[in-house]
């Protein structure tokens, strides 16, 4: 029940988006098959967020096709080092490839974050395909960290020339309204989390609202029950509001 209400105060809170967003243009015409490679570690492989992308993409009638990289624990620089990850890049023609950095070390370890994802988005555009920056969270416990994040994560899409991906600014909003998108641990994303993710790069490569995107998800072909399409409506408005910023 408290998490219903959560989710209520929520809708009230973003309602007045919806009109407002109706009015933005839309920015970017997708083409109806995608192929995007993902590089990251347990914030992108936690409850498949790849496949997720691609169902609600999928609902939009794009094909998504993807394939990842992905070690829990793993920064970019550790990708770069083992060389599966490059190799992935030039496995096949991609349209964009997700880099997404280990937690606080875009902030922890900046010059490190820099040298290694500049050394990804030369690769990526020498192999014909965009790179965007899957920007995450602040742990639950240092909420104030996701600034630093922030800055770090648009810092480099400039230097790059790159898209970036506001997640960890969606994040902090639903923070602000007592929406709780982690697992137990603190740091990594609950379903809600990975489904706010995924809306806030839908929007990246779109330009589009949330609003448009399928409010269920399958599992094992079958509706999942954990997030309800009401839920999913919140997270879309949630997500709508940084699109707005």
Known sequence: MAKKSV????????????????????????????????????????????????????????????????VGGATLEKHWLDGKAKGAIHKQTWDYVV?????????????????????????????????????????????????KLSEAYRT????????????????????????????????HPNLFGSYLACCVIYQTLSGKSALELPRQLLKDGQPSAVLSESQAETLQRMADEIMLK
Do not use: C
């Open 7 to 70: 989710f209520f105060i929520g809708i009230v809170y973003l309602v007045f988006l919806s009109n407002a967003l109706r009015s933005q243009p839309l920015q970017n015409s997708l083409p109806k098959e995608l192929k995007i490679l993902f590089i990251g570690n347990s914030y992108t492989y936690g409850n498949d967020l790849p496949e997720i992308l691609a169902q609600l993409m999928n609902g939009k009638g794009i094909k998504v096709s993807y394939e990842s990289v992905t």
């Open 156 to 187: 480099i899409a400039k230097e790059t020339g790159s898209l970036v991906a506001p997640v960890g600014e969606a994040w902090k909003q639903a923070g602000l309204v007592g929406i709780d998108l982690f697992i137990s641990d603190g740091r």
């Open 99 to 147: 880099l997404q950095e280990q937690s606080t070390r875009p902030f922890s370890h900046r010059e490190a974050f820099f040298h290694y994802a500049k050394l990804f988005t030369e690769e990526i555009e020498a192999a014909k395909a965009k790179p965007l920056f899957y920007m995450t969270w602040a742990a639950k416990a240092n909420p104030d960290e996701q600034p």
